[in-house]
């Protein structure tokens, strides 16, 4: 056997692991999911923020518009070392609205976890809801979000979706982003829950006490970390809603620059799964990625790898348009197919570069360093 035939060989390999891996999103995009019921208990929204001036408003004044029941629900502001008037803008709304309590933190910043058990300390409902400070969400956000929750149901993640924007690294950025919440969505409603985006998560106070919180381990990836905890503890105690009332709006990032910090911020978080199996299968993504990327370099000195690669590439554009597609219908979010097409031809380049430099590189949440 050539070398070139071997590499046929194990690229086909890891392309049907891919396969299958989007086969399983699939599947759980087209699961029914709870419908939401009308619950009156106490929520505490909990939103852990540093330098957000911009955007600090906007996301208070989206939550003090709910219409869930003004007395049953109190919203906890916890300042990650903000040098900017973050914290000024929002004693502003403290001194309005007796629901809203401001923290701040002194000591050592750059722990979106600490600043987070900082809220979850303070907070009086069993019920806990995050979002960030830079997001906007919608009337019936704390009712859609606090309605999933039931009694098997301890914990709950919602849609997020980039607001839409002129520019084009904006438009490729939020159909990638749509894909990625598309992927948490299918694997979370198949019953395989791998990640989620903890700018829009739900769970009991008392089922994280119960399950000894965040654990030993130090990452800043507290979302992913509490949605393993829970789903390893029992199956059966973690969704996902599609209800569009609990759709939570993020901005797209403002330059490349920015783009690229938060992916591979993203990328880093092999180390937070307590299920080895999640972190093998994650590897052979990766692998499938760096497989079909050497490929793609190959061919250019041996144009007979293009017959095995540019199927490969076809095939995944469908199954990647097929998750984005039922993602954009299940939201009611447009989709272009020629940004897909521009977001698909770098794609492969870009997951192997980013989620390397994740494992090897520095990280910043907010332009402070963060922990692995």
Known sequence: ???????????????????????????????????????????????????????????????????????SYEIIIVDDGSSDATVEISRGFERTHSQLKVITRSGSVGSKRTALLAGIKEASGDVLLFTDGD?????????????????????????????????????????????????????????????????NIAYRKSAFEAIGGFGEGVHFSDDEVILQRFHVRDERSVSFTFD????????SPRSVKDFWNQRVRWS?????????????????????????????????????????VIPILAVKFLLDWLVIHKTARLLNQPVSLLYLFIAEVLHVPYIVLAALQGQIGSLRWKGAPVRK
């Open 1 to 71: 056997m050539t070398f070139f035939a071997g590499f046929g060989l194990v690229l086909l390999f890891f392309f049907l692991v891919y396969c299958l891996f989007l086969l399983r999103v699939l599947s759980g995009l087209s699961t029914a999911a709870l419908a939401p019921f009308h619950p009156a208990e106490m929520v505490s929204v909990i939103i852990a923020v540093r330098n957000e001036e911009l955007m600090i408003a906007k996301c208070l004044e989206s939550i003090l518009a709910q219409d869930y029941p003004r007395e």
């Open 135 to 199: 997001c906007s969400v919608k009337p019936g956000w704390i009712s859609g979000m606090a309605g999933t929750l039931r009694e098997r149901v301890h914990f709950v993640a919602g849609p997020v979706v980039e607001a839409e924007a002129p520019g084009l690294l904006q438009r490729l950025s939020r159909i990638e982003f749509l894909g990625i919440i598309g992927v948490a969505a299918g694997l979370t409603r198949s019953g395989n829950p791998i990640f989620c985006n903890g700018a």
């Open 244 to 251: 569009h009332e609990a759709i939570v709006t993020t901005p």
């Open 268 to 308: 880093s978080k092999g180390g937070v799964y307590e299920k080895t199996s999640i972190l093998a299968r994650l590897v052979f993504l990766y692998f499938f990625f760096l497989v079909l990327f050497a490929g793609l370099a190959l061919s250019l000195s041996n144009p007979d790898l293009i017959t095995i």
